[in-house]
Structure formats: C-alpha cells, structure tokens
C-alpha cells in the first residue's frame, strides 16, 4: 500500500467481495509464449502484435510523482510491444481504495491487475478475486526470500517490482554543520532531535493529515526491533488471547512516536505527507522518518539535495536494533479477469530484468527481483541498502498481518493517536480492543 505499507496501509475498510473464479496456469502461460513466437517468426516483427488483443484495466492507489511516472512508462513500453492491448489505468486514494474495488466486484465491473499486498488485501485472495500466481514462471525472478511476503496458504498471490524498508532520512549538510553523528541509539536520537531543535530547525517533519506519515513514522518505530521481539502479535490479537495493553513493546513504541511527535512541526496534524516530504527537501528539518518510497520523492524536490539513511534506532544498544523491511510495490491478478492473458502478458513484461531496472531507475528503489542490474541509487538509498546488509532486519510481513476489518481498526486507531495530542497509551490500547471487538462481531 504506501506503499506503503505500507503503506502502506492505515485507513482501509472492510470489503465484501464479488465472485470471480478461475485462473490460467503455467501450460496455458506456455501455449501464450509459443503462440507469440510463432507471430514473431511469421510477421518478422519485435512487437507481440497478434497474440494478444483487447483490453487491459488496472486499478491503483500509486501517489507519489515518480511512481506515476514510473507505471507511465512501463505501460508505454507495454503497448508498444503488445499494439493490440491498450491499457486502461484508474487511480484513486489509499483511503478509498477498498471502497472502489467492493464496488467494482459487486457491479461486475472486474479490473484485471490490482496493485497492493496479498496479505493487507486478504479478504480478496480468501474470497476468491485474486489469482493464484505459484505456477507462472515469472514468480522464479523474485527473490525467494522475499516471496513470504506474498504467500497465503503457502501459494503465491503478489509480484513485488521492489523492496521496500524504513528508515530515517537525514540532511547531511545540516547535520555537518551542527557536528551532529549518526546516532545508534535511542537517547542519541533524541539527542539529536534537541540539538537540531535548539539551532532553530524542526527535528523532524510529519503530516499526519492523510495517514501516510503515520505510518511511515509509527511502523519506523514498532516494525523494527519492538516488533522483531514479539512477532507474535497478530496471531495473538486475531485470536482474541492477549489485548493491546498486554503488549509492553507496544506501549513503548508509542510513547516513543509521543516523544519525537513534540519534536516534529507544529503543524504535523493539519498537513498531508507530501506537504512535509517537501520541508524537508527545501532545508526545513533535519530528519524525515518515512519508508524508502520517500527517498525518491524528496530527490525529485531537490534532486541537489545531499540526504543520506540511517536505521531508527529504538533500543539502546545499537547491536539490538533492526530495520524493518518488506516486499515493496506488489501488484495482484484478478482471477478469471475479462483479460486475464492480457494480464499474463503484463506480468511477463513488469518482471523482465530490463523492464524491472527501468521501473528502480525511475521510482528510486531496491529492486526485489534476481539479475537485475541498475544504475547507482541516490546515497540515501545505497545508505538503506547497506543497513539492510548487516542482516539486522525485520521482515515485518513475512507472517500474519492485520486484514480487513482489523487493518481497518488498527490504521484508524493509529490515526486517532497521531491527530490526539493527549490520547494516553492506555486509551490507545483500550480503543484498540473496543475496535477489534467491533470487527469480530
């Protein structure tokens, strides 16, 4: 989702699925590749004109400029290959993205690709509205460690085009001229939050007006080591056994977003991410928490901008803390769609590794598929990538995670917290049952 895992990923709702059935698999995705070749040798062309025609309907919540341009291009490059499938792209907001798929289900308005994680959007993939992706050949290109990331059941549901971590982005010629270091724990952090703050720069920048900036900031925080300590948490919570309050890495993660929340602008509940993504980049702050999705944004708004990325370090020794990652911009295949070989197609064509560079090159991003090769990434995203090297990481997705009604509750509880100044921890957790309580009836 954000991205966004996130966005990802807090405001959702509650979708009550159509009824789609069936699916192609690797002998049909076979015959499709013999049949383009057998064009290609007869027509003499490098285009696929001829195997595939129609239509070809995508449906998304993509945002950020470089994303757009990113999907512009690998669509451009797609209907120049395939001339005889023309795509149809529908972009709507994050918040409202569920709300548009029930009803495109329910009115026999099926798209054919959807964008986002299988398991954040489970309650398609157990209804039956998603595609089963395990047999295709093109589910070979992901990285396999990663591939937890979109299996239920053990079966493959998603595509990720790129790796997505959280991090803490920095002005390194801000932090250069107040002699500011990276700091490695948490009392450090704050430390520099302090400093940055007396020089008359805001710490941090956040917008929590849209949701994304939450988080991006409270999945920082909690997805790293809290969460690398307790990962049970979803399971127990869907089961009913524990409640929020029994969670005392839960409680500390918030009281840490509570602590640097007085650090960040004044202004952080009544402007959108976008608004502080772009203080950021014009020199207002020091430090911007938000996924790696971020980092290609604040280029495009000063792409002389000198950044750099740290991991949030939440523990004080700094060997204890982890990053959290997770597979990145995913892409899903609606199950028995109108143009299901179109989208056969589409697939082949995103996972190609040239194509795939393409799409890194432009978004900014780690790419989560093998033999891919791209031009260096911007420092911050080399800084990432390094971090993730150490092997202290979280793959925060690769188990359970909160769907349908319960992402709803905990998105929606997460922003309450955010926009509520004195919202306590205790009422944060009560109002979290009440709201998981809700969903289960």
Known sequence: MMKKKWISFLLCLTVVAGTLAGCGNKQEQEEAKSEKEASKETEGKDTKEGSVSGELNIVHYLSEPQKIAALDELVAGFENEYPDIKVNQESTTLE???????????????????????????????????????????????????????????????????????????????????????????????????????????ACTAGYQDGISVGANFYTIFYGTPYYNMSNFEDEMLAGEKKAGDYPELKRALLQWREIMAYQNEDQRSINTDRAEQMFANGEAGMLIIGTWGIGTVSNYNPDGNYGAFMFPSEEKKEDNRIPITAGDTWMMVKDSPNHDAAVDFFEYMTRPDVNAKWCTTTKEMTILNDVQTPELPQAMQDTAAEIATGRVCNYTAGTVFSGQQFAAWGETLLTFAVTPDMTTEEFCEELDNRFAAANK
């Open 96 to 202: 409202n993205y569920q709300d548009v798929l029930k009803l495109k289900f329910s009115t026999g308005d099926v798209p054919d690709v959807l964008f986002g994680e299988p398991k954040t959007y489970s309650v398609f993939v157990e209804s039956g509205n998603v595609a089963d992706l395990t047999d295709y050949d093109f589910v070979d290109r992901v990285q396999q460690n990663t591939l937890e990331n979109v299996k239920i059941d053990d079966k493959v549901y998603g595509i990720p085009l790129d790796v997505m971590a959280n991090a803490v982005l920095y002005n390194k010629d801000i932090f250069e001229e107040l002699q500011l270091d990276i700091p490695k724990t948490y009392t450090e952090f704050m430390d520099v939050c302090s400093k940055l703050d007396e020089a008359g720069y805001v």
